[in-house]
């Protein structure tokens, strides 16, 4: 009886060991370690066998607290004296109650066990839930802000620039010039209207030392010839343009920092955008700068990649010299090379606060960066059937969009030289792709823009062209049917459904083509 008690009580013992609990009673009992579960050293088992029976040791039935009938049997079944041990009889009349105590054990733990997934995934679909409330409160401040300055936007006239003698900053144009050549904006709306009225273009270069951006004269020539070349056709006088120490206050740094992180919203708010870069020695550091240098730095990128994100590269220039100024993609052909796509790649870029260190442990300009590029990722989706920007988006963004959109970037604090994983994009991107297709598949039913914060580009002398989303009216396979509505005289076909989780009407037009997918889901609904 004492050998049926101890296959029992195998039967509940982790990997069906029975040694393992009377092991542990002797160690116990003796004072010895418990971390090995076999003998070993410490003891043999027939040591074990001699100390269970001369000193009446049994493992501990604890972990059956939860089947207290099978306890009492293991403990009659291992009872001291021989005739207080249980019959044959007797155990067969107990396993039949303990037979029902296991199965309510087993129900009672299932109903648990589901009970605790149940809460888990609650915890987890509420998790998801804020997570994705978050990210659209995020998405909409990132599409919100990228169509608004956070500081007056300035612009220069060109008839006026082309007179400079070196490049005056934003203070000294300020005080010298009167409203007829040095216009500001306090927000998009304004802008807007004079940039239907006027050309305007974004000169993108890089400092040629650290306190000065040309103090040697070498890029302003490049600027002004691109003033006349790009004016040629429409006269100097409806040209204006942007460069940074004209156009950014100087002399404040809070008022620099944010007119700074407005680039995003200026350069994709001018019609033309001139990367200049002739090869000059930097005055500061003795560098040699010029049109690769250029290329990789972080805050270029940036620049370059709002630009493109809501006008494309159609009029975007390369300029090395006065008198070599070229569309992106004619220096393109002609070196054969893709600098858009190295251009767009804006986070693994060269940035100065990483290359110092990240004093402080500051935040890095790539975190600050993420909310406008994410901005401007929804104006190149919406928009990614448009002429300008549809070879953009299918050869450069969707191929490589987890490298211009990374879900996070390594961060390394010089001071005590440790790093740390940023998160930037994590699910951002899929949100904003059901956001603006729901909004394009709305639009495209004729109705009015769903969001007027989300402007086009505007032109020069053009008003912003119509939307022509006919090709992503509807993503097919996320429209689920689920009822359909006849008028009175049946010639009116109504279908409800769910379009990636919105609910939505779809009406059926009679059309000489049938689509017979559509047709052969809604007759079989029908």
Same mark, same amino acid.
């Given at each position: ?194 940039? @239907? ?200 963004? #969707? ?26 994009? @994590? ?16 639009? #495209? ?82």
């Amino acid at each position: 009886m004492f050998s049926y008690g101890i296959m029992l009580y195998a039967f509940f013992s982790k990997d069906g060991d029975a040694s393992f609990g009377f092991i542990e009673a002797v160690k116990r009992e003796l004072g010895i370690g418990l971390t090995n579960k076999t003998c070993g050293a410490d003891l043999s088992m027939m040591q074990v066998m001699n100390k269970v029976a001369e000193l009446d040791l049994r493992p501990s039935l604890s972990q059956l607290n939860h089947l207290p009938l099978l306890q009492r049997l293991l403990q009659r079944c291992w009872a001291v004296r021989g005739s207080a041990r249980p019959t044959f009889e007797t155990i067969l009349a107990n396993l039949a109650e303990i037979k029902v105590e296991v199965l309510i054990n087993l129900k009672t733990n299932e109903s648990e066990h589901k009970l605790a997934l149940q809460r888990q995934q609650d915890e987890t679909d509420a998790n998801n839930a804020r997570e994705e409330e978050e990210a659209k409160k995020i998405l909409f401040t990132a599409r919100s802000n990228v169509h608004n300055f956070k500081t007056p936007m300035v612009l220069v006239s060109a008839s006026q620039f082309i007179k400079f003698s070196k490049f005056e900053s934003f203070e000294t144009l300020r005080d010298r010039l009167t409203n007829n050549d040095l216009k500001s904006f306090d927000n998009m709306e304004l802008a807007e209207v004079f940039i @239907k009225k006027h050309f305007t273009i974004f000169f993108s270069h890089q400092w040629l030392s650290w306190t000065r951006p040309d103090p040697n004269n070498v890029q302003l020539p490049v600027m002004k010839a691109a003033c006349e070349k790009l004016s040629q056709n429409i006269g100097l006088e409806k040209c204006w343009v942007w460069y940074d120490y004209g156009c950014i206050p100087q002399a404040s740094r809070d008022t620099q920092q944010l007119a700074v992180h407005s680039l995003p919203a200026i350069s994709s708010t001018l019609q033309s955008f001139v990367v200049i870069a002739p090869e000059a020695k930097h005055d500061s550091s003795g560098e040699i700068c010029d049109l690769k240098s250029y290329s990789k730095r972080g805050w270029c990128r940036a620049e370059v990649a709002s630009h493109v994100s809501r006008r494309g590269k159609t009029n975007v220039y390369i300029g090395v010299g006065a008198d070599n100024i070229k569309l992106i993609a004619e220096y393109e052909n002609d070196q054969d090379g893709d600098l858009t796509s190295e251009m767009l790649d804006v986070f693994n870029g060269e940035y100065t606060c990483c290359r110092l260190g990240h004093r402080n442990k500051g935040r890095c300009d790539r975190e600050s960066l993420m909310e406008p590029m994410l901005g401007l990722y929804s104006d190149i989706y919406k928009r990614r059937y448009k002429p300008n920007i549809q070879d953009v988006y299918e050869k450069i963004v #969707a191929k490589k969009k987890k490298i211009v959109y990374p879900p996070s970037v390594s961060v390394t604090y010089q001071e005590d030289d440790t790093s740390a994983t940023i998160p930037l994009y @994590k699910n951002y991107l899929t949100i904003v792709e059901s956001t603006v297709d729901f909004e394009n598949m709305i639009e #495209a039913a004729g109705t009015s823009s769903t969001n007027s914060t989300f402007r086009e580009s505007v032109e020069f002398q053009q008003e912003a062209d119509d939307l022509d989303l006919t090709p992503i009216l509807i993503q097919r396979h996320d429209l689920s049917l689920t009822e359909i509505s006849l008028d009175g005289n049946g010639s009116r076909r109504v279908v409800k459904g769910l379009y990636r989780g919105h609910a939505v009407a779809v009406k059926i037009m009679q059309t000489d083509d049938v689509d017979d997918e559509f047709e052969g889901e809604r007759k079989s609904k029908k």
